[in-house]
């Protein structure tokens, strides 16, 4: 995989809305958190746009508008990272638009979660490292002294990649694990499963999140990937977290996961803090990770 070049004081960072309309008072407060650590926004022409699809879908723009933020961005070279201000949808409509031999020749940081997962599986095709992270909201609501900035910070810069020690759950499977570690929305990378996109592979570690579907709805995906043949060859799985479904009980979902990989021997955590929570922790998606489940602890730890 390849590595970004880190970033250092006054280089450019883009911020841009590649999916869902944003609120335009959490791009300036991006746009202030970016600048306290030293760099110098630059917002997307588009990025605090809105447009209605078929009525009833929100965009930040038209797909044409927000594939030219995203080149624009992609072809700028003083520009090193790029933030994606929020999820929602429509950042599939740019994949196979996408100048990929543009981000080989010249590769950038990556940074945002849900929807974004489309341009993650992207970056992995083009074999560029990226960051699953949270993105506009939490830079404008936490300080540079809150865990996921800070540990953001040390991935742009070169300071190392986190390594995470997390308490147990009742449903973990012991084990240890050293594979590529992908992953992320669970329903936004399953609809790119059989596709030249697709993140979900045997023999990585996979770590899954997803809001608003329900239980049997997830089932179905898990299925999806038991039939085809990668549930039972993943290296390991990352639960992180389940919100916004039926009742929202979190308990009722991993009850359900957890008897979908009951047949299989690799290790698995559940309750991880990725997701649509407060405590987001970012992943660096094509990194090497150790993942290591025991009685009393769950240790991921990211390297190149």
């Known amino acids: ?3 970004p070049q880190f970033l250092k004081p006054g280089n450019k960072f883009a911020i841009i809305s ?4 944003v609120l335009p008072e959490r791009v300036d407060g991006a746009v202030r958190a970016i600048e306290k650590w030293g ?11 809105e447009y209605l699809a078929y009525g009833v879908i929100t965009h930040s723009a038209s797909p044409e508008h927000r594939l030219n ?8 070279p003083q520009v090193r990272a790029i933030l994606c201000s929020r999820g929602g949808y429509g950042a599939v409509h740019l994949l196979e638009h996408i100048d990929l031999d543009q981000l080989v020749r010249d590769p950038k940081w990556l940074i945002g979660f849900s929807d974004i997962s489309a341009l993650h599986a992207a970056w992995h095709r083009a074999g560029v490292v990226s960051i699953h992270s949270p993105m506009a909201k939490h830079l404008t609501l936490y300080d540079s002294d809150n865990e996921t900035n ?6 742009l810069t070169g300071k190392g990649l986190p390594t995470y020690n997390e308490p147990p759950h009742p449903y973990n499977r012991n084990g240890i694990a050293t594979a590529t570690i992908t992953g992320g929305n669970l329903a936004v990378i399953m609809s790119l499963l059989a596709t030249p996109y697709n993140i979900i592979k045997p023999g990585n570690i996979l770590f899954l999140e997803d809001v608003a579907e329900q239980v049997y709805q997830v089932q179905r995906l898990f299925y999806h990937l038991k039939l085809a043949g990668i549930l039972p060859r993943l290296a390991g799985l990352v639960v992180g977290q389940f919100t916004k479904h039926r009742g ?6 991993y009850d359900m996961i957890h008897d979908m990989v009951a ?22 998606e094509g990194a090497t ?3 290591e489940v025991s009685d009393t602890n769950v240790k991921l730890a990211m390297n190149y």
Not at 69 to 76: H, K, P
Not at 248 to 253: G, L, P, Q, R
Request: proline letters at 10%; aromatic letters at 12%; glycine letters at 6%.
């Open 18 to 21: 590649p999916s869902g309309t």
């Open 39 to 49: 760099f110098v926004p630059v917002v997307g022409e588009h990025c605090k746009g």
């Open 1 to 3: 995989m390849i590595i």
């Open 248 to 253: 929202d009980d979190t308990s009722a979902m």
């Open 289 to 291: 990770a150790t993942f």
């Open 263 to 284: 047949p299989y021997d690799y290790p698995v955590a559940f309750n991880f803090p990725i997701g649509h929570v407060e405590r987001n922790v970012p992943i660096v």
């Open 69 to 76: 933020d995203l080149q624009w961005a992609l072809n700028d």
């Open 150 to 155: 800070r540990i953001n910070y040390n991935i």
